[in-house]
């Protein structure tokens, strides 16, 4: 099958708007994971979910992020309130169990104006 | 240890040459490691990963070795091709603590034809 897709893959916004970010992981992978890659940057973890398990936040870096998973599946990554340093990479990545490999989408290249 | 990027570490090296690609971790705790490879406007994509039981393990054309003494992973590529060219990042993880990954600041590997 296919791997991590990412919608949209480009998003410009202006600043103080909200915006959503989706993430379709493998099939039949339990756990999703959402990070954030600023220009040059490496790899900064935002949120976590496993199964039915509660979500790791412990990287949003704000109030203004949010993320759900519906139906232990696709996740949205929501953005209240734009900024311009929210400006990044934001990318999606699923495994299929505990302590597994994570496979990575494309990203979405957020641009905040 | 956590992505604090400043500025991203270059290794230039020619078509046909052996390049090696150096990380160190903070977490002596830390019992996983993985290299990922990200090409320009790409999400990661697995390379490689070893655990903490180990201190090498072979590829396809890469081996990656393991220190733990002194909290050093590296990553060997042979007869580096052009189409190696890209940002490799090592991430590091404690299996059955958070599955969140840590990831380096990356090095940015060009290879000269």
């Known amino acids: 099958g296919a791997g991590v897709s990412q919608s949209p893959s480009n998003k410009v916004t202006e600043k103080g708007k909200d915006v959503e970010l989706r993430c379709d992981p493998i099939?039949?992978?339990?756990?999703l994971y959402w990070y954030r890659q600023s220009l040059g940057q490496g790899l900064e973890f935002l949120i976590y979910?496993?199964?039915?398990?509660?979500?790791?936040k412990s990287g949003l870096p704000s109030d203004r992020f949010s993320a759900e998973r519906t139906g232990g599946s696709v996740s949205t990554l929501t953005i209240q309130r734009t900024q311009q340093e929210d400006s990044a990479v934001y990318l999606c990545?699923?495994?299929?169990?505990?302590?597994?490999?994570?496979?990575f989408g494309p990203g979405t290249r957020l641009l905040v104006l | 240890g956590e992505s604090v990027g400043l500025h991203l570490p270059t290794l230039s090296v020619q078509e046909g040459d052996n390049s090696i690609i150096n990380c160190a971790y903070s977490?002596?705790?830390?019992?996983?490691f993985i290299w990922y490879k990200q090409e320009s406007g790409k999400g990661p994509q697995f390379i490689i990963d070893?655990?903490?039981?180990?201190d090498k393990r072979q590829g396809q054309r890469v081996t990656v070795l393991l220190n733990k003494t002194v909290k050093h992973l590296s990553l060997q590529i042979a007869a580096t091709q052009p189409g190696d060219s890209a940002v490799y990042f090592c991430?590091?993880?404690?299996?059955?603590?958070?599955?969140?990954?840590?990831f380096g600041k990356g090095t940015k590997l060009t290879v000269n034809p």
């Open positions: 990545a699923s495994t299929l169990g505990r302590g597994l490999t994570q496979y």
């Open positions: 099939s039949g992978h339990t756990a």
């Open positions: 979910f496993q199964g039915n398990s509660a979500p790791d």
């Open positions: 977490n002596s705790a830390s019992d996983y």
């Open positions: 070893i655990r903490s039981n180990m």
């Open positions: 991430a590091e993880n404690i299996q059955g603590g958070s599955e969140k990954l840590v």
